[in-house]
């Protein structure tokens, strides 16, 4: 009984849970990476205790991978010394860790896992439980194998209707942050569900639980339904029957009812996520990159979106147009099928996979007075560079359209996209 | 004197150490760089035992535990905000960094006032408007983490399931 964090909470306590209650909770993977893994061995050293269950953890160099500078290669060699001292079984540098884990088959529905890093969220698309936290609890649970939770009130968002063409989920997903705010859903689960969701394929489900994030959230989930069976089956090594819970009589703190029917493109502006217009007012402004990258929006489909509409054509001379997919897999298979080759017959610049750009480490800095149009899911001052920058957030179809001219633009207006 | 440094809204942990900073783990040398966009003089300027003073969601965005640990690089006795965002609550408490949840002390202190602060209590009194303030009591199992000064500390000597027995 109760919304989907207290069904998934109760199944692994063992008994009813309900909001407002502290809980310490067995984990089944441990994530984190190469910016918050030196911290975590840190804090691990100081306890001085062994690991309780090396398989539980789960550790990813991408966030300055390859190194750009020393300083990062020293992390990686620490980090790769650590896991060769410790014999632990899962070191990836496959991608950016979150479309990793999900990719390698970590995630499952009903899952608790637990990251050192704030897009943990993103896990939720899975019907698991994902939430951030920092280094040192991630030493605490490498001892332990547990985490400490207090179950968190439940915001539902029910969404309802189809969006237009040359509308995705990063569009509903950025109208909800301006909605809800920066702050709209702290302490929260965030459960997303209604027909559009219901009827919404994984890597676009994916996209509401990462943002969750972006609105305060400890976590965003979906129900997991058919789809998250397909998806599991199909594109991960993940195996066995798994338990779709649902909520049931839930008892919601807030029900935010939206309809995405006539939704525009949004964009969320600089200098916060929570800054949103539609993109019929921002359209027009110049912007010296186009990022398509990241957890939120570097997949497969997504770099589909933008060769589809980018074919037989050449994006704008003066833009950089970066496109850095989300795993090595999501890139090989992009070569494959020709994806890849457009792009680059396009003039985009493709990279290696990895965060660098999204964090302001490399592969995509920004100077002093730039402004770029990304695929990421925050737009905090100086994130992808120089405090003198500006990000816009919006779909890898917005970013496409704004590549081709240099300015922000309607993807709805690029022929290929209103054909289809 | 113990000298508030106020920040506004939503300070997110970008601001309080960019990424291109957080690649070391070295408390003084994060401190070197705390602030250093949004308070370019604060690194420089902050002596042991002042206060630093946020408004709504102190702490958003990233996970990074490289921010509360730069602000107690600092030497800074505690954050006063008047909410805090999850992930950097959760860091400050684990690390060692005393926290204040206190809306009120928040909207009334201002830039260089001169702010007492009884930990124990969280108790803060404003010494240059006069005013006093009563904080938010941390649950009690997050009292045990922060009454040793940190998670680290915590489990040396105790086990995990202590934490909410």
């Known amino acids: 009984m109760g919304t989907l964090v207290e069904e998934i909470f109760s199944r692994r306590a063992g008994r009813q849970v309900r909001a407002g209650e502290i809980l310490l909770l067995d984990v089944d993977y441990i994530m984190s990476h190469d910016n918050t893994t030196p911290l975590a061995i840190k804090a691990f050293r100081a306890i001085g205790k062994p690991i309780r269950d090396k398989s539980k953890i789960v550790l990813h160099l991408d966030h300055a991978y390859p190194a750009p500078n020393i300083l990062a290669a020293e992390n990686h060699k620490k980090i790769i010394e650590f896991v060769k001292e410790q014999e632990l079984p899962y070191l990836f540098q496959q991608g950016v860790c979150h479309q990793v884990m999900i990719e390698e088959g970590f995630i499952t529905p009903g899952a608790i896992v637990i990251g050192a890093d704030s897009h943990s969220n993103t896990y939720g698309a899975l019907g698991a439980f994902g939430a951030g936290l920092g280094s040192t609890e991630v030493g605490v649970a490498w001892v332990t194998g547990k985490c400490w939770f207090k179950v968190p009130e439940t915001i539902r968002i029910e969404l309802r209707g189809q969006t237009q063409p040359g509308v995705y989920a990063k569009d509903v997903m950025i109208h909800i942050a301006g909605l809800l705010g920066m702050d709209g859903a702290t302490y929260r689960s965030v459960e997303f569900g209604g027909e559009y969701i219901d009827n919404l394929p994984m890597h676009e489900r994916i996209i509401f639980p990462n943002m969750s994030t972006e609105i305060g959230a400890k976590c965003g989930l979906i129900a997991a339904d058919a789809e998250t069976l397909r998806y599991l089956a199909e594109e991960t090594p993940a195996q066995g029957t798994f338990e779709t819970l649902t909520p049931i009589n839930p008892r919601y703190e807030r029900v935010v009812e939206i309809d995405v029917s006539n939704l525009s493109p949004q964009v969320a502006c600089h200098p916060d996520v929570d800054n949103v217009k539609n993109l019929e007012e921002v359209a027009g402004l110049e912007v010296h990159e186009v990022y398509i990258g990241t957890c939120t929006n570097a997949r497969y489909e997504d770099l589909e979106v933008v060769a589809n509409m980018l074919k037989g054509k050449k994006v704008n001379p003066l833009t950089r147009v970066i496109v850095t997919p989300a795993s090595a897999r999501i890139l090989k298979k992009a070569m494959q099928t020709g994806i890849i080759e457009i792009l680059m017959d396009a003039g985009c610049t493709v990279t290696g996979t990895g965060c660098g750009a999204c964090i302001g480490r490399h592969g995509g800095i920004l100077a002093p007075g730039e402004r770029a149009l990304t695929t990421m899911n925050r737009n905090f001052v100086g994130r992808m560079g120089s405090p003198l920058s500006e990000i816009y957030l919006a779909s890898p179809a917005t970013a496409a359209a704004t590549a081709l001219t240099g300015r922000i633009s309607d993807p709805r207006e690029v022929a290929e996209l209103a054909g289809g | ?165």
């Open chain 2, 1 to 165: 004197m113990s000298k508030a440094w106020t920040f506004g809204e939503n300070m997110n942990t970008d601001e309080i150490i960019p990424g291109r900073h957080n690649i070391t783990t070295d408390p003084v040398e994060l401190a070197k760089k705390v602030f250093c966009e949004v308070k370019p003089e604060f690194a420089e300027s902050v002596r042991a035992g002042d206060v630093v003073v946020g408004g709504r969601n102190f702490g958003c965005g990233s996970s990074r535990e490289h921010a509360p640990i730069a602000i107690k690089g600092s030497q800074v006795q505690c954050v006063i905000a008047a909410s805090f965002a999850r992930i950097f609550f959760r860091n400050a408490i684990n690390i060692g960094l005393p926290i204040l949840e206190c809306p009120e002390a928040a909207a009334d202190i201002r830039e260089g006032d001169d702010v007492e602060v009884d930990l124990s209590s969280g108790a803060i009194f404003n010494r240059s408007t006069g005013n006093r303030f009563q904080a938010q009591a941390l649950p009690d199992f997050v009292l045990k983490i922060a009454e040793v000064g940190g998670i680290v500390q915590f489990l040396k000597t105790h086990d995990i399931e202590e934490l909410t027995a």
